[in-house]
């Protein structure tokens, strides 16, 4: 594969903890790879499955979905049942045979912005390696 | 939609510094629906606004992207510019350039790209955004203040002093906090009790408060305006109304206990009254001590020489419902925990104190009459050593803040054990002193030089008993020599933590805490007085650690912004709710079974939204099997717009 190839993430962030989290990071001038591309959304729990499918349908290397703490729910208990529903996606995109690594969830709250700035770095650094995603793009 | 203009913010450098702004406006100038694209310098200002409104009129825009900082800043500022040039303010949408883009990366050129594909999410966003109007909902004209120390106390008069009516919660026995413990206060060694106790009685006495004592906030439900909160009263067995506080039953009360009021370092009865200018001014029988553990029914003594009759062993506890319109965390501090502080024998020695233990043994009111004496053997200690920052700024293995206050109370605890004791010596271990505050540094000169404090920069390596003197050992950082005080009491200045029980109200409450389980505010700079939770507010060291003014100072200001919602005759919620696609809905209920807010019901085999309960979550979108429930301005199908527009180009 290419050297310079550069994978392409979409990161549905929360609004109240990790796209703030995320926010934090900026503020605090923190630096991670420009590879993701964050969609904010109100709640972890918002975030269909189809939204997942549809990522990687269009040709997204990697999806992450990111959520307040459990516990933390601004909504009180969405990022539950984000929790459990992505689990589900999770395995099946693992049996449909795409990479695991390609799908992450995480926690961030507001006031985490070393821990999203480390998630991205991470996230990048373990997809480069893949290369880009065609198991599910319509068109690779 | 097929008319937007799209405003890129150059935010001075912010932006401009790090994203091809001109770039941006090129390529989103490109998009179909785009029919007016600019960037200027800053689009907060007044001519940037200008410029939106101006763009909206003349080229009769439907939708507006202004590509910016956080929504979280200006979302509002730029929906109002769309308002007032006659755009629908939820056809305005904001692209995070700023805090998701160009601070937090360096290549411009893929920082370009990144900000013009956020911006053009946004844009499908708005494309399909609809018109919406605020829904309005009626204001509960009262507010609950939880915690009735000085934050809590100033908050509550403060309302009720504009004419509101204010449940005050506190779940000891008397209002007063922490700052009712202690002796003086710093810089102006104002007697604590004389300036709290007539703000504890105003309280108490004022016919807008209902003041409520040795009960707890169990359950909140609701939303801001019109919150519902259960309150538990715990019963006391004394009616306050008959008490006449002649100290008879505490005579005869065979239990004893530690005084919590003196930090352990008197005892109390099981009956009792905190300190004698307690509000109320009433006695309480603490029932998880008596009867005590090994006899089962209280022996009754107490009731025997109760003149008044005030005693009532039948007093149950009480659920009081109540429905408030705003709510006030004033839930404050307690010392870091003393069994985490083995290095320094805390909780070991006798005379290794905490400060507020040192507090009561200066206050006129506490143990030893205000005397200074060791706890062990109640002699006077001629040498004193205080140990700064014990359990702050110490990430391995403690706290990782500062706790703000620990050097201006030390600074005057010296003082006044000088006072107290004039051929006594002072030492101070400190790792640097923040005396930031008015009149703050200059009391802290006053203490090296009027009472001949002795400030030894450096950490105490290890605190041990040996012939009746406490040795400490550290070092002088600045000499680089290593010290030896044989000294014959310690006074440790304990970190500040959240109180006991704060965050267990918070999860009640639902709001978030910092990562030292302080309560979170919604913005660090501009919104410090507000929680992440619409309609509830924080006050004092339940936010972060401060002192007595600051604390009033965020007091006052909690209450301002909760008065500003009481006044409102109607109050407007988010209309980005949740919407029924009726023909695609089969009513199988799963969307009713998560939501979290009780907002959806069936009804005749269809959903129903109720829109003022609903918060727009969309955990039903999420659920729905049939996409038959959307969020409005944020369906499965603008999203699905927007992953294209993240993942094209």
């Given at each position: 594969m290419a050297e310079d190839y550069e994978p392409r993430i979409v990161a549905f962030l929360c609004k109240w903890c990790s796209s703030a989290g995320s926010d934090l990071a900026g503020v605090s001038r923190m630096e991670y790879p420009p590879n993701v591309v964050p969609i904010q959304v109100m709640c972890s729990g918002s975030v269909s499955p189809l939204y997942i499918f549809s990522a990687f349908n269009k040709g997204a290397d990697g999806v992450l979905v990111s959520g307040c703490h459990p516990g933390d729910c601004h909504y009180i208990k969405g990022n539950y049942y984000a929790r459990r529903r992505l689990n589900l996606v999770k395995k099946l995109l693992e049996y449909v045979g795409l990479e695991t690594q390609r799908f992450q969830m995480s926690w961030v709250s507001a006031a985490e912005g070393t821990k999203f700035t480390q998630i991205i770095k991470d996230f990048v650094k373990e997809l480069k390696p893949l290369g880009p995603q065609t198991k599910l793009r319509r068109n690779p | 939609m097929k008319r937007t203009g799209v405003f890129i913010c150059h935010c001075g450098i912010n932006i401009a510094g790090t994203v091809d702004v001109k770039k941006v406006a090129e390529e989103l100038a490109k998009h179909p629906s785009v029919v007016h694209a600019e960037d200027y310098v800053?689009?907060?200002?007044d001519p940037g606004q200008n410029l939106i409104e101006q763009a909206i009129r003349e080229k009769k825009l439907d939708g507006v992207v202004v590509a910016c900082c956080s929504p979280n800043l200006h979302e509002t500022t730029f929906r109002n510019a769309a308002k007032r040039a006659g755009l629908n303010s939820f056809r305005c949408e904001i692209a995070n350039i700023r805090e998701q883009c160009s601070w937090v990366h360096k290549d411009k050129p893929k920082a370009t790209q990144k900000a013009t594909k956020i911006a053009r999410s946004a844009v499908e966003k708005v494309r399909q955004n609809e018109s919406l109007d605020a829904l309005s909902v009626p204001v509960t004209r009262r507010a609950l203040v939880v915690g009735g120390g000085i934050s809590g106390l100033q908050a509550a008069l403060d309302i009720a002093n504009t004419g509101f009516e204010v449940i005050l919660v506190e779940?000891?026995?008397?209002?007063?906090?922490h700052m009712i413990q202690l002796s003086e206060t710093f810089p102006t060694l104002d007697c604590s009790q004389c300036i709290l106790t007539p703000k504890m009685v105003e309280v108490s006495k004022h016919p807008k408060i209902k003041l409520m004592t040795y009960s707890e906030v169990q359950d909140v439900s609701g939303y801001v305006g019109n919150f519902k909160v259960k309150i538990l009263k715990k019963p006391?067995?004394?009616?306050p109304a008959k008490c006449t506080l002649c100290d008879e039953c505490t005579k005869v009360c065979p239990i004893v206990v530690p005084n919590e009021f003196d930090l352990g370092l008197t005892g109390r009865r099981a009956i009792y009254i905190p300190f004698p200018q307690a509000i109320p001014a009433s006695y309480t029988l603490d029932d998880k001590n008596c009867p005590d553990p090994f006899t089962t029914i209280a022996c009754g003594k107490c009731a025997d020489v109760c003149n008044p009759k005030a005693i009532d062993f039948d007093q149950k506890p009480e659920i009081i419902e109540a429905e408030v319109g705003v709510i006030i965390v004033a839930t404050g501090y307690d010392l870091y925990d003393k069994e985490n502080m083995a290095e320094y024998g805390f909780g070991k020695y006798a005379d290794v104190l905490d400060g507020l233990q040192f507090e009561r043994l200066c206050s006129a009111s506490g143990p030893t009459m205000g005397q200074i004496l060791r706890p062990s053997d109640h002699k006077e200690p001629k040498e004193v050593v205080f140990i700064q920052c014990s359990g702050s700024r110490d990430p391995e293995n403690h706290?990782?803040?500062?706790?703000?206050?620990c050097c201006m109370y030390t600074a005057k605890h010296a003082m006044l054990y000088k006072h107290h004791v004039h051929d006594g010596q002072a030492y101070i271990f400190y790792i640097d002193i923040r005396s930031g505050g008015k009149g703050y540094e200059e009391f802290v000169q006053r203490a090296v030089e009027e009472d001949g404090v002795v400030y030894l920069r450096g950490k105490v390596s290890k605190v041990f008993e040996e012939k009746g003197k406490i040795m400490v050992w550290g070092v002088d950082t600045l000499t680089g020599r290593s010290i030896e005080i044989a000294a014959d009491m310690v006074v440790l200045a304990q970190a500040m933590r959240p109180s006991t029980g704060a965050q267990e109200l918070a999860k009640k409450l639902k709001l978030a805490l910092d990562k030292d389980g302080f309560l979170a505010e919604a913005h660090p700079k501009l919104r410090p007085v507000e929680s992440v939770t619409a309609g509830m507010f924080l006050a004092g060291a339940a936010q972060a650690p401060k002192d007595i003014p600051e604390a009033v100072a965020q007091a006052s200001g909690a209450a301002a912004k909760a008065v500003a919602i009481l006044s409102q005759d109607r109050l407007f919620h988010s209309p980005t709710v949740a919407k029924v696609i009726s023909n695609l809905c089969t009513g199988c209920g799963m969307c009713v079974a998560v939501c979290p807010y009780d907002a959806l019901t069936l009804k005749d085999g269809k959903v129903e939204v109720n829109e003022v309960l609903c918060?727009?979550?969309g955990t039903c979108t999420a659920t729905c099997l049939r996409s038959a429930i959307q969020v409005k301005n944020l369906t499965q199908q603008q999203v699905a717009e927007m992953i294209n527009a993240c993942l094209g180009g």
């Open positions: - | 800053y689009m907060c200002s779940r000891n026995p008397s209002v007063g906090g006391t067995y004394v009616d706290c990782a803040y500062c706790s703000k206050i918060e727009g979550c």
